[in-house]
């Protein structure tokens, strides 16, 4: 069946470090992907999203790229602030506003 | 504009009881989808309500069951609580007519059962 494997957190960094939380997914076909991020006692955002092979999502200065060829959208960002501390979910559907299969999430702790 | 709400913020039922969950989406959409998270998992899609039918449903038995309103407004019913029913019940909302991937998330009814 269709599904998402994110790496295990807590990512732990410090201000300004380079950030990358691995995404890698299976499914028939040629799902869109997207990231979403949930702040502490929020709902989910989405952050960025690809919709076809080779597509780069950005947006706040994270960015992902589709991979067809290693199933994988790795998200990343050049130098991590405090309030990008949350979880990060990575995520995929086949049709637009259908249901979204999510990955376990990862925790970010950025510290000062 | 006012985003997706949910009601109540927080929940707690004892077993085998029924619990009622609200769910006004955001304001021009017409779609709204339910999901599950346990605690330190990620979502899990009940399923979703479009034009006040079931239009998708995931892997969940039939005691979850939903209703969809004229006003696009939608609950979510969940009978005979297991403690496994216990988790963050989060709604979504999509403007079905167009093609957008985006779903506005409300920021949860979290539900106990004991």
């Known amino acids: 069946g269709n599904s998402v494997t994110q790496m295990e957190g807590p990512v732990t960094l410090s201000e300004e470090a380079f950030l990358t939380i691995n995404c890698t997914y299976t499914a028939t076909g040629y799902p869109s992907l997207f990231w979403y991020v949930q702040y502490p006692g929020e709902g989910l955002q989405l952050l960025l999203k690809?919709?076809?092979?080779?597509d780069k999502g950005s947006n706040k200065g994270f960015e992902a790229t589709y991979r067809k060829e290693t199933t994988s959208f790795h998200l990343e960002k050049g130098s991590v602030q405090v309030s990008d501390s949350a979880v990060y979910f990575c995520a995929l559907t086949y049709q637009a506003g259908t249901a979204l299969i999510f990955g376990k999430g990862t925790t970010l702790s950025v510290s000062s | 504009d006012a985003g997706v709400t949910q009601s109540p913020t927080h929940l707690i039922k004892t077993r085998g009881q029924q619990v009622t969950l609200r769910c006004s989406p955001k304001?021009?959409?017409?779609?709204v989808s339910w999901y599950q998270q346990a605690l330190g998992q990620g979502p899990q899609f009940i399923f979703q309500?479009?034009?006040?039918?079931?239009?998708q449903r995931g892997n969940f038995p039939d005691r979850f069951s939903g209703h969809q309103f004229p006003n696009y407004s939608s609950e979510l019913n969940v009978n005979a609580l297991l403690l496994g029913d216990s988790a963050l019940y989060l709604c979504?909302?999509?403007?079905?007519?167009?093609?957008?991937?985006?779903?506005?998330f409300g920021p949860g009814t979290r539900l106990t059962v004991t």
């Open positions: 304001s021009g959409h017409d779609t």
């Open positions: 690809a919709t076809k092979a080779d």
């Open positions: 979504a909302s999509s403007p079905g007519q167009t093609v957008s991937y985006e779903q506005y």
């Open positions: 309500y479009y034009e006040e039918e079931e239009r």
